[in-house]
């Protein structure tokens, strides 16, 4: 099968949908298929380097996010290039620019298209200070509008999926469908980080990576910390990842006088996720936005017990202390992170996390999502009722007028 992924971000950008993406091309690569990714340009690559079936489009930093872009030609171009392919489906990962320009090929090319929708919007209502609201009353109007006429969606979670009914998205099939992780990546350790760090090994490590982001709720995390050096005082905590929030944070971690247990080690790069992993006694996250469970998996993949706020997908992958403990509030996140920190790992503990892996590997990612395609596909190929007009309808017409004037703006 020849698929195409239109995206507004993948790598070098370091971001859990570009992860995602580039775990859904490996393995369906492995599988077989071809696959072609439609994306912008970067500044970190070079415009003449030569990248083997990834097409790049002229793009510019979005409003306040300057590490995430847009594209601003192509259209045309992208028509012409999934043409020569001969693409069988259209696969759209993020709603604006790539988005758009993917709906229009499989308009032009009488193909089906899905989408994944990776970003709960509701949790970045908050970004004011930058000028850069959208109000959730608004979310529910962009995103059914963005899914019109789209052949089905993916939803990485069930909350996800719940989201999208909500918003009146119920004329499309909606398959769960858990990211995956691309297990055989996260190999030996490439780098010592307890010689890096200065941490001595044996020493109790907690882990937060990820996007310092204000969602995040990492201020928690750090508070939790505070305490937990009360009964442990060797502990250490580990942050990785860069942000909005870092100045906030580090402003935190000097006001509680924790310079010396508390570490920012900045963003990590894909391949070396797996050494902070492994560095960790349990990965934390304090976070209750999340849609999906990739750092989750990455831990246990790397054999790491987790600590995080229960979630409709979290509830389902937790089946044992093993995986990880779910909590509701702060003394409850404190005391689980305290009793991994004091628990000697098991080679019992190993399996049921392997076992768990194995549930959602990037393998088993790519079947369900190629299942998929081919329901799409022979759906598709049963209806002679596609819109094959280049007109757009109205609401696509208002989703483009919104994005126009910039859709996190207050009025």
Not at 148 to 170: Q, T
Not at 172 to 178: E, Y
């Amino acid at each position: 099968m020849k698929i195409g992924l239109f995206t507004d971000t993948y790598f070098p950008q370091v971001s859990g949908v570009a992860t995602s993406i580039q775990t859904l091309k490996d393995a369906l690569e492995e599988q077989g298929h071809q696959v072609y990714i439609f994306t912008t340009t970067d500044p970190k690559v070079d415009k003449h380097a030569k990248e083997e079936h990834i097409y790049r489009f002229s793009s510019m930093p979005y409003f306040g996010f300057k590490d995430r872009r847009l594209t601003f030609r192509g259209l045309i171009q992208a028509v012409d290039i999934a043409r020569e392919l001969e693409l069988d489906i259209v696969h759209t990962q993020t709603e604006f620019s790539l988005g758009l320009i993917g709906k229009y090929v499989a308009r032009r090319l009488k193909i089906p298209a899905i989408h994944t929708y990776h970003t709960m919007y509701e949790d970045y209502t908050h970004y004011v200070a930058k000028g850069m609201l959208l109000k959730p009353s608004a979310v529910s109007h962009l995103v059914k509008a963005y899914l019109k006429s789209m052949d089905g969606c993916i939803a990485p979670s069930e909350r996800v999926k719940e989201s999208l009914l909500s918003y009146g998205v119920d004329d499309i099939p909606i398959p769960v469908i858990p990211t995956g992780v691309a297990v055989k990546e996260l190999g030996d350790g490439k780098e010592d980080l307890h010689a890096k760090y200065g941490i001595k090994p044996g020493t109790p490590v907690v882990l937060s990576l990820g996007r310092l982001a204000f969602e995040k709720n990492i201020t928690m995390t750090i508070s939790a910390f505070s305490e937990i050096l009360e009964q442990i005082p060797e502990a250490r905590l580990i942050i990785a990842g860069d942000g909005p929030a870092r100045k906030s944070l580090q402003e935190q971690v000097e006001d509680l006088g924790l310079q010396d247990s508390i570490t920012f080690v900045g963003m990590v790069d894909h391949d070396q996720v797996a050494d902070y992993y492994r560095l960790a006694t349990v990965f934390v996250s304090s976070s209750d936005s999340e849609t999906q469970g990739l750092t989750f998996i990455e831990a246990l993949a790397s054999n790491r017990p987790f600590v995080a706020i229960h979630s409709p997908y979290l509830d389902q992958l937790v089946t044992n202390p093993a995986i990880g403990q779910l909590v509701n509030d702060y003394d409850e996140f404190m005391e689980a992170v305290v009793s991994y920190l004091k628990r000697p790992m098991t080679e019992e503990d190993e399996e049921i996390r392997k076992a768990a892996v194995k549930n959602v590997d990037a393998s088993t990612f790519a079947t369900r999502v190629h299942a998929f395609y081919e329901q799409v596909i022979h759906d598709y190929q049963q209806h002679d009722d596609h819109d094959d007009s280049d007109q757009l309808n109205d609401d696509e017409i208002g989703y483009i007028k919104r994005l126009l004037r910039n859709p996190f703006r207050r009025n």
